[in-house]
């Protein structure tokens, strides 16, 4: 029987299993590295183990919960001043990825995911009229934040986290979607005197799995993140959620969500024994890429040495396949 490495250790522990005597700083490093160490807190006080687990241990864990919550008042706040100017230029922002997850809550300040910034989507025609707005509010840009989907991040002095301002989803996410997708599953909301819109339980649980696999490429590293499948164990696990598993199976059509979606199925029935509607059993490939997953969390370094492999000989397959496009052009124009 293989032992299981640090990252299952953790996964045990946000399970509530404690075992005997878990190792304290390695647990709580790997949870830091994963930014789960909130989550691992309010495992720890819901399990027998808060009872004799290392008072600094308990300490520390109850001290970056008491830091998250006030650090999530204030992103709660951030957000409210910026949808609140953006509504009086008479547009509603949707409100995706974390951001979603924290106003589905009845005390924002309770999410227990690390929020690195707020995900604003606007559609393109909106743009100037929201940059005008977040200027109006105090707002700049970040230097060099532009890329391809989104306009850049902006952040305003005593901020404690930027605005990720989006004029379209990721093209991996992006192309998954219809236009009836986005009318029917995007849901208006208002709270606390601002509108905004926000993913529907199918579409966040879509987005969390495309964002994660494809838009970050753990897909084709191999690694695995745990904040994001402790939200889409959260999701499971939520009694009143409404996820459509008829209208996720049915982009699976789309080979890169398909390997996707069914990885993060067979992880989660690994670390967290979820059984989870499936479309059918996974391929031998979809076994494959799992083994190769569980691999690289339990051979760190093994696995830091495939990826350099695999990157090398994509940014070869990719430098080769450029030069025959110019190749076949440069003999298309000679022909002409």
Same mark, same amino acid.
């Given at each position: ?30 949870? &830091? ?7 691992? %807190? ?17 300490? %520390?864990?109850?001290? *970056? ?9 204030? !992103? ?24 979603? +997850?924290?106003?589905?809550?009845? /005390?924002?300040?309770?999410? @227990? ?62 192309? !998954? *979607?219809?236009?009836?997708?986005? +009318? ?29 696999? !494809? ?9 695995? @993140?745990?904040? %994001?499948?402790?939200? *889409? ?40 024994? *979820? /059984?989870?509607?499936?479309? +059918?059993?996974? @391929? ?31 940014? &070869? ?20």
């Amino acid at each position: 029987m293989i032992a299981p490495s640090p990252f299952e250790r953790l996964a045990n522990c946000l399970n509530g299993d404690f075992g005997g005597n878990p190792d304290w700083f390695e647990l709580i490093s790997v949870a &830091t590295d994963e930014f789960v160490a909130t989550a691992l %807190y309010r495992s720890l006080i819901a399990s027998d183990a808060a009872a004799w687990a290392e008072p600094e241990a308990r300490e %520390y864990l109850a001290e *970056l919960e008491r830091a998250n919550k006030i650090r999530n008042h204030q !992103l709660w706040e951030l957000t409210r001043a910026a949808v609140a100017g953006i509504n009086a230029a008479g547009i509603t922002p949707a409100l995706i990825k974390g951001a979603s +997850e924290m106003l589905l809550l009845a /005390k924002p300040s309770e999410l @227990s995911r690390l929020l690195i910034d707020i995900d604003l989507l606007v559609s393109p025609a909106d743009i100037p009229a929201v940059q005008a707005a977040l200027g109006l509010d105090g707002f700049e840009p970040v230097e060099n934040s532009q890329y391809e989907h989104s306009p850049g991040s902006y952040w305003r002095p005593g901020a404690v986290a930027t605005l990720d301002l989006h004029d379209s989803l990721p093209p991996r996410i992006a192309e !998954l *979607l219809t236009e009836k997708d986005i +009318e029917t599953r995007m849901i208006l909301q208002e709270r606390d005197g601002i509108r905004f819109l926000i993913p529907d339980d199918s579409l966040r649980f879509l987005i969390n799995i495309a964002h994660d696999m !494809l838009h970050h490429t753990t897909l084709a590293s191999g690694s695995t @993140s745990l904040r %994001y499948l402790l939200s *889409l164990v959260e999701q499971i696990e939520n009694s009143q959620s409404g996820i459509d598993w008829e209208w996720l199976h049915s982009k699976r059509q789309y080979w890169r969500f398909r390997l996707a979606f069914d990885l993060q199925i067979a992880m989660l029935e690994h670390l967290f024994a *979820l /059984k989870v509607p499936v479309a +059918e059993p996974p @391929s031998w490939f979809v076994q494959f890429l799992h083994w190769r997953r569980q691999l690289k969390f339990r051979k760190p370094r093994l696995g830091q040495i495939e990826w350099m492999i695999v990157r090398h000989g994509l940014k &070869t397959s990719q430098f080769i396949a450029t030069r025959v496009k110019l190749r076949n052009a440069s003999q298309s124009l000679g022909t002409d």
